[in-house]
């Protein structure tokens, strides 16, 4: 249409800017979620939606600092109650401090591994994302806190999750019961190592690969076995709330429930946890090395 | 009906100023924090404004905007970049193509229109989930577009309302 007069002209036709538009779309999924070339353009449009974030979140501040003071009436009872805890808590301490030399002190009898201390960051939880796939959350620490990617998320009570992404003053986290995640876990009981993935919905956990005879029961309790080095050894994840056993599968199907309260908390700790180096092995056996288990 | 909407042909046209904030509003309330169901039955609060904006303001809304909005909410949701973005950019294309029809009717009237795209949009989403792995989150994931459905009036008469001008009592 180069014969039509400069008056009508508005650009490219509506349905071109659509197909345009689809097709930027497409192009920034199949980016985001196989080549991950760009993590620029999230970090970009975080540093750009953070102070909306901020402002949105003010309604949930104001009510906490409303409860807060409400709740500063019983402080005299709660400061007790506390104390009373403190003094129980604190010969378990004692007696922990103890147990930790001993270790150690057996640990270096045997020259295996020293057990790694953690330090931890208290973050809060700003806000759960609205579509039902992801199991995320966003938390008000980042990058300029010293949060990396591959930390670990933990409550009172046991894990819940995974730093996946990093922002400047925020970060998402995995929560276990996302569709694809696992983590490597071992029964207190018998120590029979297993991995335990999401299942995408609330509350339930598979633990998978588990032969249909394996001395496994319910209300087993299963921490982390600290195998992969991403996870420290000995956090509550999971127990068992039901077992399967059906001849017809090679594996038992068992499902498990997270300790930690994994869609409730606002408070939650990040862990940061310098795994041991793995030993450099000698020149002539790095050659025939394969992947480390 | 006993609502009075206001006439879209007696409204003065929008500026650019009043749909970028009421496009920043509902960037606000859709990051509001909530939790479990009332999460889920949030309606899309800037889908029903793109909506809106495309359907009143065709030449001022394109579909670039819906494009940038949806990456808003992807990086603020922590899902696919590209997943609302792609779902917003065919809402506006679908309200700008049914603008001159949609506009023959009142808000209220519209409402059987508006909630089929709202559940067109959703269905892009889940299918664009779908296909980057995750499961069928359970049938209560279209309850938006319900919730959707019953605010756009709401939205429909505040937004014309703040869009009317004031009547200047000394003209006659």
Redesign the interface.
């Known amino acids: 249409m180069s014969s039509a007069p400069q008056f009508f002209k508005h650009g490219p036709g509506s349905l071109t800017r659509l197909l345009f538009f689809v097709l930027l779309s497409i192009l920034l999924m199949v980016e985001d979620t196989r080549l991950n070339y760009f993590p620029e353009i999230r970090h970009t449009v975080a540093v750009v939606i953070y102070p909306l974030q901020r402002i949105a979140h003010v309604p949930t501040n104001v009510y906490n600092a409303l409860t807060e003071f409400f709740s500063s009436f019983h402080l005299i009872k709660e400061n007790d109650f506390l104390k009373q805890r403190h003094l129980i808590d604190r010969k378990q301490l004692i007696q922990w401090q103890a147990l930790e030399a001993e270790n150690s002190h057996l640990r270096q009898l045997l020259g295996a591994v020293q057990r790694i201390e953690t330090q931890a960051i208290i973050a809060e939880i700003m806000y759960f994302p609205r579509d039902p796939f992801n199991h995320k959350a966003t938390l008000n620490k980042g990058s300029q806190h010293g949060i990396q990617p591959g930390q670990i998320v933990v409550d009172d009570k046991g894990v819940i999750g995974q730093i996946t992404q990093t922002y400047l003053w925020s970060s998402e986290l995995t929560l276990i019961t996302d569709n694809g995640h696992a983590v490597p876990t071992q029964t207190v009981r018998n120590g029979l190592r297993s991995i335990v993935t999401g299942t995408g919905k609330n509350g339930e956990l598979d633990v998978r690969y588990l032969s249909i005879n394996s001395n496994i029961k319910l209300k087993d309790l299963l921490v982390t076995s600290g195998i992969d080095g991403v996870y420290p050894p000995g956090l509550p994840v999971a127990e068992i709330i039901m077992i399967e056993r059906n001849p017809a599968n090679p594996f038992a199907k068992i499902t498990s429930q997270p300790i930690a309260g994994v869609d409730q908390n606002r408070q939650v700790l990040i862990l940061s946890f310098m795994p041991p180096a793995l030993e450099t092995p000698p020149e002539t056996s790095a050659v025939e090395t394969t992947k480390s288990p | 009906m006993s609502v009075n909407f206001p006439d879209p042909d007696a409204l003065i046209p929008a500026t650019g100023w009043f749909i970028f904030f009421s496009l920043?509003i509902a960037?606000?309330?859709?990051?509001?924090?909530?939790?479990?169901i009332y999460?889920?039955a949030?309606p899309?609060f800037v889908a029903l404004t793109i909506l809106y904006w495309s359907i009143n303001q065709p030449q001022h809304l394109?579909?670039?905007i819906?494009?940038l909005m949806?990456?808003?909410i992807?990086?603020?949701?922590?899902?696919?970049?590209?997943?609302h973005?792609?779902a917003y950019?065919?809402v506006a294309?679908i309200a700008?193509?049914l603008h001159r029809r949609l506009r023959i009717f009142n808000p209220l009237q519209q409402v059987p229109q508006i909630v089929l795209i709202l559940i067109l949009m959703q269905v892009i989403?889940l299918l664009?989930?779908v296909i980057?792995?995750?499961?069928f989150?359970?049938w209560h994931?279209f309850l938006?577009s319900v919730t959707g459905m019953l605010t756009w009036p709401i939205i429909s008469f505040i937004l014309g309302v703040l869009r009317n001008p004031k009547e200047d009592p000394n003209t006659i």
């Open positions: 920043v960037l606000l309330l859709n990051l509001l924090p909530l939790q479990g999460l889920i949030r899309d394109g579909i670039s819906a494009f949806g990456l808003f992807d990086v603020s949701n922590a899902s696919i970049l590209g997943q973005a792609m950019s065919i294309y700008f193509i989403i664009t989930g980057a792995g995750a499961d989150p359970g994931f938006a």
